[in-house]
């Protein structure tokens, strides 16, 4: 069977169908055609009983599915209207398992302690949707899609690429547009605890202070010019050259703790480096939309390395962000209780992610791509540099936080002696004072959004 063989299935379709015979008539030959080991009804855990799973080479499980029936009242939705109607859509609820649905779902499938599964879906002959986890972290790797005989083959397509490179790092950054709040320190120790569950991480420094590059012993000085080299050979369609150039310029680190070794690896930053990436705004070859895109496609060379990287980013509104947020999976938001800092966070979570978002379809559809680029999901904010206060200024950061309508996460990182320390001696608090309160904060915190079931929706 070919492509066109399986839109032809789906167009024959009616529109209201049961999900064991949209099962039947089209999802079977999907798996058939993808060409993966899959099983039907067969519990993931417990009594987690997902409508299929798919199998890697290994028998180990790759993706979790859940159908459900197809309806009238979806079919024929327009596609512009598609994506508001299947957010309220109980039938779409309850295949992601959403907080209020009481049947299983994508969301609970994916959560299992054994054996989970790298990526959901939900499907329904109208909707379809994937999703991602990392550890604990499950997100959208698209918004939701309405099947048509158009869009049909491009969602096939990218539902086989995924499936057939699942070894790919999530990559984070770490952005506000207000200064002084921690977030070169939360990307390094966030890096830390990560390391310390025995994950290979990679951060990233992009921005032109290059105080990640300091706070980790490295020297900007040694690193002039060679990151440019790596981006030249990018602009140039070189990948492999581009890509050797990348290995030899990432630098492995080591942390010692009581005889147990800590690996973390940094592609390190020079301020004139950085600069001048940032004013080849006359040179052809690094056009804005090509500029805009090239850390992703750096990070792409690597990325199947690594379990994590994260990029700590310019507080400007400048190419640099926009390079730092189109390589990003996710973005969290570091905030203090100040109200401009509140304001610049919700800047981000309105109108500069789903600019992000808009860019990156755009891209996709110039280059008439079959795989999409994955715009960045925001993961959230994280209170930074925290400290006690009023019951007023509480009631006001309680309103700015209802107008965000963004997940807020529960750990609140507050100034420590232990963490400014640290820095003297050029290591994550983590490791230099393990059991210190600074060092729980951090670990609190990284298991909440990475390792302890974290689905973010939006």
Same mark, same amino acid.
């Given at each position: 069977?070919?492509?066109?063989?399986?839109?032809?299935k789906w167009s024959n379709l009616p529109h209201n169908l049961l999900e064991s015979q949209?099962?039947?008539?089209?999802?079977?030959?999907?798996?058939?055609?993808?060409?993966?080991?899959?099983?039907?009804?067969?519990?993931?855990?417990?009594?987690?009983?997902?409508?299929?799973?798919?199998?890697?080479?290994?028998?180990?499980?790759?993706?979790?599915?859940?159908?459900?029936?197809?309806?009238?009242?979806?079919?024929?939705?327009?596609?512009?209207?598609?994506?508001?109607?299947?957010?309220?859509?109980?039938?779409?609820?309850?295949?992601?398992?959403?907080?209020?649905?009481?049947?299983?779902?994508?969301?609970?499938?994916?959560?299992?302690?054994?054996?989970?599964? /790298?990526?959901? =879906? !939900?499907?329904?002959? *109208?909707?379809?949707?994937?999703?991602? +986890? &990392?550890? @604990?972290? #499950?997100?959208?790797?698209?918004?939701?899609?309405?099947?048509?005989?158009?869009?049909?083959?491009?969602?096939?397509?990218?539902?086989?690429?995924?499936?057939?490179?699942?070894?790919?790092?999530?990559?984070?950054?770490?952005?506000?547009?207000?200064?002084?709040?921690?977030?070169?320190?939360?990307?390094?120790?966030?890096?830390?605890?990560?390391?310390?569950?025995? /994950?290979?991480? =990679? !951060?990233?420094?992009? *921005?032109?202070?290059?105080?990640?590059? +300091? &706070?980790? @012993?490295? #020297?900007?000085?040694?690193?002039?010019?060679?990151?440019?080299?790596?981006?030249?050979?990018?602009?140039?369609?070189?990948?492999?050259?581009?890509?050797?150039?990348?290995?030899?310029?990432?630098?492995?680190?080591?942390?010692?703790?009581?005889?147990?070794?800590?690996?973390?690896?940094?592609?390190?930053?020079?301020?004139?480096?950085?600069?001048?990436?940032?004013?080849?705004?006359?040179?052809?070859?690094?056009?804005?939309?090509?500029?805009?895109?090239?850390?992703?496609?750096?990070?792409?060379?690597?990325?199947?390395?690594?379990?994590?990287?994260?990029?700590?980013?310019?507080?400007?509104?400048?190419?640099?962000?926009?390079?730092?947020?189109?390589?990003?999976?996710?973005?969290?938001?570091?905030?203090?209780?100040?109200?401009?800092?509140?304001?610049?966070?919700?800047?981000?979570?309105?109108?500069?992610?789903?600019?992000?978002?808009?860019?990156?379809?755009?891209?996709?559809?110039?280059?008439?791509?079959?795989?999409?680029?994955?715009?960045?999901?925001?993961?959230?904010?994280?209170?930074?540099?925290?400290?006690?206060?009023?019951?007023?200024?509480?009631?006001?950061?309680?309103?700015?936080?209802?107008?965000?309508?963004?997940?807020?996460?529960?750990?609140?990182?507050?100034?420590?002696?232990?963490?400014?320390?640290?820095?003297?001696?050029?290591?994550?608090?983590?490791?230099?004072?393990?059991?210190?309160?600074?060092?729980?904060?951090?670990?609190?915190?990284t298991e909440e959004i990475f390792m302890k079931p974290n689905f973010v929706e939006k």
């Amino acid at each position: 069977m070919n492509i066109d063989e399986l839109v032809k299935k789906w167009s024959n379709l009616p529109h209201n169908l049961l999900e064991s015979q949209l099962n039947f008539n089209f999802t079977n030959h999907l798996w058939n055609f993808l060409g993966f080991h899959y099983e039907a009804n067969t519990p993931i855990a417990g009594e987690l009983k997902p409508k299929f799973i798919i199998y890697d080479q290994f028998n180990k499980p790759l993706l979790v599915v859940e159908t459900k029936k197809r309806v009238v009242d979806l079919a024929n939705i327009s596609e512009p209207e598609f994506v508001t109607s299947c957010h309220s859509n109980n039938l779409y609820r309850e295949a992601i398992g959403n907080d209020n649905s009481t049947v299983n779902g994508i969301r609970q499938y994916l959560s299992v302690k054994k054996n989970p599964a /790298k990526y959901g =879906l !939900v499907f329904n002959g *109208d909707f379809f949707q994937l999703f991602w +986890r &990392s550890d @604990g972290l #499950i997100i959208p790797l698209m918004e939701v899609q309405k099947v048509t005989k158009k869009t049909l083959p491009k969602l096939i397509y990218q539902l086989d690429y995924f499936l057939k490179n699942p070894n790919r790092a999530f990559i984070v950054s770490i952005w506000n547009r207000k200064g002084g709040i921690a977030k070169t320190t939360n990307i390094i120790n966030i890096a830390a605890v990560l390391s310390a569950y025995k /994950k290979r991480v =990679l !951060v990233v420094d992009f *921005d032109p202070q290059v105080d990640l590059t +300091r &706070s980790l @012993g490295v #020297i900007p000085e040694h690193f002039k010019h060679k990151l440019l080299r790596c981006f030249d050979k990018i602009q140039l369609e070189e990948y492999d050259a581009a890509k050797k150039l990348t290995e030899q310029l990432i630098q492995k680190l080591y942390f010692n703790v009581k005889g147990q070794i800590y690996p973390i690896s940094i592609l390190p930053a020079n301020k004139k480096t950085l600069e001048d990436f940032s004013e080849y705004n006359t040179d052809e070859k690094y056009h804005m939309p090509k500029k805009a895109t090239a850390l992703r496609k750096l990070l792409s060379l690597v990325r199947s390395k690594y379990d994590y990287i994260l990029i700590d980013t310019s507080p400007k509104t400048d190419i640099l962000t926009a390079c730092s947020l189109f390589a990003a999976d996710g973005v969290i938001i570091p905030s203090d209780y100040d109200p401009e800092t509140l304001r610049h966070a919700k800047e981000i979570s309105c109108h500069f992610i789903p600019k992000i978002i808009r860019s990156a379809r755009q891209n996709s559809q110039r280059k008439k791509s079959l795989v999409d680029e994955i715009a960045p999901r925001l993961l959230g904010l994280v209170f930074s540099n925290s400290s006690n206060i009023g019951v007023t200024i509480e009631k006001e950061v309680a309103r700015c936080l209802d107008e965000l309508d963004i997940k807020v996460y529960k750990t609140k990182l507050r100034h420590c002696d232990n963490v400014v320390i640290a820095k003297f001696f050029r290591k994550p608090v983590v490791f230099y004072r393990p059991k210190s309160q600074a060092s729980q904060m951090y670990i609190k915190l990284t298991e909440e959004i990475f390792m302890k079931p974290n689905f973010v929706e939006k």
